[in-house]
């Protein structure tokens, strides 16, 4: 080392230094230009796919979000409260109802049936059309409900072959089917 | 200007001399002197030390070094050979001075040659033959005191060469150089500019002194003598034999007997000279001993060989050591009129990569410009595509927080923390109408994450949320919902829809609709029972529409089962059919094709 030292000139030093320096740099652009080129890469393709995603993502989760509040799972809001405000609602109007959440069954091993019956608080009749649009809405606003038992009948006494005024009592059943946690 | 140096290393002593300037116009930078240890228990070792100091010491560059050796370590014949050019004489010296040479293995010693005349197709050519392990040795030394001699030469042409820089040996006239070293002494004639003859005498200044190796030979390894110089070798030899110094009258008398010695042979030499001119002078160089200069020998006068111009750096005094020093250093600029050659076949020096190192250095500094600045571009262009992937990753941010309702927590604390970590940048914008207004922005960096990664992230942070809501919300498919009563309600009264105007005027007076979990291997189902009244305009074509309802229903592919069991006909006046009550469809949806959300 010492000898190797004692031979050095301005030149050798110069070519050690540059060398050095060269391996450095090399590393050094070798990185950058990966990096350059990956940019590049990603801005043809996986850039605008990933903020599409993004956006689409965004969309969802507010629908979904809103959805889970609906049906009280983000603690925003119960079922129960859920399914009394659907029947208010415009073109609903079913009044006040009796909502009843009885004990939860176990279809299937792994899922649990929680199950709600909604009928007429004062067992007022009421025309059709508002017990359908009620069964759709609740249908409509959530994946995660089903109406599971539904039965109308005529208001009052009437032979078979009289005509009623088309009002109806009703009630109905609504489940909600989750997985069970273990 | 260029810098060079020359070395002669003999058996006793050194003289060292740095040139700086050029062939024509130089001056001595430095110069050192001096004798090797003597008695040591590495003689190789004490003389690269000493070497290696005097390098040291005068600044010599090591990169342009030249050493002379001792001319009693060669010997010289003078052969003819037909005409032939330089390279095929370079092929065919060594056979055709093999049998000149019969005291040597001819692979053991390095022949080199030049030129003396060339008349009737002959060439008389000078033969110097060295033993190769002299050279190696003197090279060793060189080399481990930290120069690398580009050459080596004999004294004798070290000394012709700075004898015709300066002009010494002109064309009318004939010189006889004489260097005397330490064991032998080198004589050459040269006759009207050009080198006659050349010879070794072996005896020197010291020759009347006991044991006198180079430096790091072996003390009982003399250099073979040549036919020629056997009888003054056989001379020296006699003298030598009885060397005890006994005082300083006895040391005078032999230095006496060995110029006397010295001047006699010179004398031989000069009347067996064949040459055009007559011999005007002697000079002498090297070791200065008392009486060999200004006497004449055979009437011919005997000066100092000066070659150093005035006020060129030589000591006033004792300057003879250095002719011979100089002559090599001058061969280093390229100016040698005698360009002896003796580091040859294995002992080349090829000074490739000397030679080579500054353009290599050139183009080593080169590299480094360009690959800086390629890395100079490189980093402007990753600059420039990390804030392109920032455009993206903002427009997605933005469009995101507008229609983000809530945002999730993990996102916006994430958001938080990078806004919490940049200080915002003022940003001053100038509109339309030429109204300045300054508005912060937030660079929003990620000491973590790169911009894409970012992105990455942040999309990564949705899709969990959408995947925790999906499974909330009971999307992911891993739970079936129950078939839907309104569902299997709807689809039955459809199809009771569907006949109108084919069955008449149908009254539904009771409606049930339940979903059935399947149990014992059969599938979910859902079983509608409803009240039905058919009106017709008699009893039995209200049964027939009745009817056509279940087999309207039982081409149906959800229906699994249609039970019309009990029926039974009216008559109210004007108004006749039948009333069906418990009339029972059971449906089963689960292989029913559906459109998927958002198709039509």
Not at chain 2, 47 to 73: C, Y
Not at chain 2, 297 to 303: A, G, H, Q, S, T
Not at chain 2, 392 to 397: I, Q, T
Request: proline share 5%; glycine share 6%.
């Amino acid at each position: 080392m010492k000898s190797l030292l004692s031979n050095m000139n301005l030149a050798r030093w110069i070519m050690l230094t540059s060398l050095l320096l060269s391996l450095v740099l090399a590393v050094t652009g070798y990185t950058l230009h990966q990096r350059r080129t990956e940019l590049e890469d990603a801005l043809a393709g996986r850039v605008p796919r990933t903020t599409q995603e993004i956006q689409n993502l965004a969309l969802r989760y507010t629908a979904l979000r809103a959805e889970a509040d609906r049906v009280g799972l983000t603690g925003q809001n119960d079922p129960m409260t859920y399914l009394a405000g659907l029947a208010s609602m415009d073109k609903v109007a079913l009044g006040n109802v009796d909502l009843r959440n009885p004990p939860s069954t176990t279809p299937r091993k792994g899922v649990v049936d929680e199950k709600y019956t909604i009928r007429s608080a004062d067992d007022r009749a009421v025309v059709r059309t508002k017990i359908a649009n009620y069964m759709y809405r609740i249908e409509e606003k959530s994946r995660r409900m089903r109406v599971t038992g539904v039965n109308i009948s005529r208001e009052g006494s009437l032979k078979p072959w009289e005509y009623g005024n088309d009002r109806w009592k009703w009630n109905l059943e609504v489940t909600s089917r989750q997985k069970v946690e273990p | 200007m260029a810098r060079t140096c020359g070395i002669r290393i003999g058996p006793r002593r050194y003289e060292l001399l740095v040139l700086d300037g050029s062939a024509k116009k130089h001056k001595i930078v430095a110069f050192e002197m001096g004798e090797f240890p003597q008695g040591g228990e590495d003689p190789l070792g004490d003389a690269v030390a000493t070497l290696k100091a005097a390098v040291k010491s005068s600044g010599a560059p090591v990169e342009s070094v030249g050493i002379a050796i001792d001319t009693g370590l060669a010997a010289f014949r003078d052969i003819k050979l037909p005409d032939l050019d330089e390279s095929k004489l370079e092929q065919v010296i060594k056979f055709e001075v093999e049998g000149e040479l019969p005291q040597w293995n001819i692979d053991d010693v390095v022949i080199d040659f030049m030129k003396l005349d060339a008349a009737s197709g002959e060439t008389r050519l000078l033969v110097t033959a060295v033993p190769k392990v002299d050279l190696e040795r003197e090279i060793e030394v060189c080399t481990r005191a930290g120069v690398e001699p580009l050459e080596v030469e004999l004294e004798a042409t070290a000394m012709v060469n700075a004898a015709m820089s300066a002009d010494i040996c002109r064309v009318d006239e004939a010189q006889v150089l004489v260097h005397v070293g330490e064991t032998s002494t080198a004589v050459v004639v040269v006759d009207g500019g050009v080198l006659r003859s050349m010879r070794a005498i072996h005896i020197g200044a010291l020759s009347h002194e006991p044991g006198k190796p180079s430096p790091g030979a072996e003390p009982d390894a003399p250099a073979a003598a040549m036919p020629e110089e056997a009888e003054a070798a056989e001379d020296s030899e006699a003298d030598d034999l009885p060397l005890v110094i006994v005082d300083e009258e006895e040391l005078k008398r032999m230095q006496e007997q060995a110029v006397r010695r010295i001047r006699r042979e010179l004398g031989r030499t000069m009347s067996g000279a064949r040459t055009a001119n007559p011999i005007d002078a002697v000079y002498v160089c090297g070791w200065e001993l008392p009486g060999l200069v200004g006497e004449p020998v055979l009437d011919v006068p005997v000066y100092e060989l000066d070659v150093f111009e005035e006020d060129s750096g030589n000591p006033m005094e004792g300057a003879a050591p250095l002719v011979v020093p100089y002559g090599v250093a001058l061969r280093q600029f390229g100016a040698a009129a005698v360009p002896a050659r003796l580091r040859r076949e294995e002992l080349r020096y090829t000074g490739a990569f000397e030679r080579v190192e500054l353009p290599l250095a050139i183009a080593a500094l080169l590299l480094v410009t360009l690959l800086a600045v390629f890395n100079i571009f490189e980093l402007k262009q990753v600059k420039l595509r990390d804030a392109d992937v920032n455009t993206w990753r903002e427009s997605s941010n933005n469009f995101m927080v507008g229609y983000l309702d809530p945002m999730p927590k993990e996102l916006a604390d994430y958001l938080k923390r990078i806004e919490a970590e940049n200080e915002p940048i003022a940003i001053e914008t100038v509109d339309e109408n030429g109204r300045t207004s300054v508005r912060d922005y937030n660079p929003q960096v990620d000491s973590d994450r790169s911009r894409l990664e970012q992105i990455s992230y942040t999309a990564a942070i949705l899709r969990r949320e959408v995947k925790k809501l999906d499974d909330q919300l009971g999307n992911t498919g891993e739970v079936t919902q129950p078939q839907s009563a309104l569902e299997g309600l709807t689809m039955v009264l459809g199809t009771l829809a569907e006949l109108e105007g084919q069955i008449g005027r149908v009254a539904v007076r009771e409606v049930d609709s339940q979903y059935q979990l399947g149990r014992s291997g059969k599938p979910d189902s859902v079983l509608v029972v409803l009240d039905l009244t058919f009106f017709a305009d008699s009893t039995v074509r209200a049964t027939e529409n009745s009817e056509k309802f279940k087999n309207a229903l039982d081409t149906k592919e959800w229906t699994v089962d249609v039970e019309m069991t009990n029926s039974s006909p009216f008559e109210e006046g004007e108004l006749k059919g039948v009333t069906v009550d418990g009339f029972k469809v059971l449906c089963d949806f689960s292989n029913v094709p559906r459109a998927e959300e958002g198709q039509a």
